[in-house]
């Protein structure tokens, strides 16, 4: 009889007294636990450092900050992984979907590689399904609309299955209706998921949408 090792229980997203510097001057300050499937909003106007402090989580921070504390997903210090190793689901105001691959393409880019072209085929399927896009795998990118690239953008973080996600503006670009949509699409997917979520925002309707706590940034 094949066994198959357990999922990995969901980790909560630590920040650990995380301050950024510009210079000799401080930034952004954050000391926050994350738990699973719950979502910690960063509010506050351009320029406070919302978006340095998520590239600091994501590991891509600039030279020219500097940043003390520690990031950790459960026991794992994320400063011991390259940006690619910390499986950390990206959404940004674009959804930057790659032009040169199909839909479909663009969803199997990120997903693990174990398990053979058919099955990821069939998991490229049954996820445009569920964001009802059946049929949509050989399509164009450019050939959707607005909200079918962001559903798209989604679900391709979701594929890579990652262990926390990180929200830059997501919705910002929007139109209201499909702000709306959006907003209960990605916090469905991550309570359902167990996801530990950091999002920073200056729309006081996506911290309301998200449900968990916020803390405001002068």
Same mark, same amino acid.
């Given at each position: ?16 007294? #995380? ?19 719950? #979502? ?14 998520? /590239?600091q989580?994501a590991?891509?921070? *600039? ?6 504390? =520690?990031?950790?997903?459960? !026991?794992?210090?994320?400063?011991r ?5 910390? +499986? ?7 959804p ?24 990821r ?27 079918? +690239?962001? =559903? ?9 299955e ?16 499909? =702000? !709306?949509?959006?907003? +209960?699409?990605?916090? /469905?997917?991550? +309570? ?16 309301? /949408? *998200? ?8």
């Amino acid at each position: 009889m094949t066994q198959t090792t357990p999922p990995t229980a969901p980790s909560p997203l630590i920040l650990e007294r #995380v301050v950024i510097h510009h210079g000799e001057q401080p930034l952004v300050a954050v000391d926050a636990r994350i738990p699973p499937g719950e #979502v910690l909003t960063l509010m506050g106007p351009s320029g406070v450092g919302k978006s340095t402090l998520l /590239a600091q989580v994501a590991g891509f921070l *600039a030279p020219v900050f500097t940043a003390t504390g =520690r990031i950790r997903l459960g !026991d794992d210090d994320l400063s011991r992984h390259p940006p690619e190793r910390r +499986r950390l689901g990206l959404l940004f105001q674009d959804p930057l979907l790659f032009p040169h691959l199909s839909v479909g393409g663009n969803l199997a880019f990120g997903m693990p590689a174990d398990g053979g072209r058919r099955r990821r085929r069939q998991a490229v399927e049954a996820a445009l399904a569920d964001i009802g896009l059946a049929g949509f795998a050989d399509r164009d990118p450019a050939t959707l609309s607005g909200g079918q +690239r962001a =559903r798209v953008a989604l679900m391709r973080v979701l594929l890579a299955e990652p262990r926390a996600m990180l929200l830059d503006e997501p919705f910002s670009k929007l139109d209201a209706a499909l =702000r !709306d949509e959006m907003r +209960r699409l990605v916090f /469905a997917r991550i +309570r359902a998921r167990g996801l530990p979520t950091l999002m920073v925002t200056h729309d006081r309707d996506d911290a309301e /949408a *998200a449900g968990g706590r916020v803390i405001e940034l002068a």
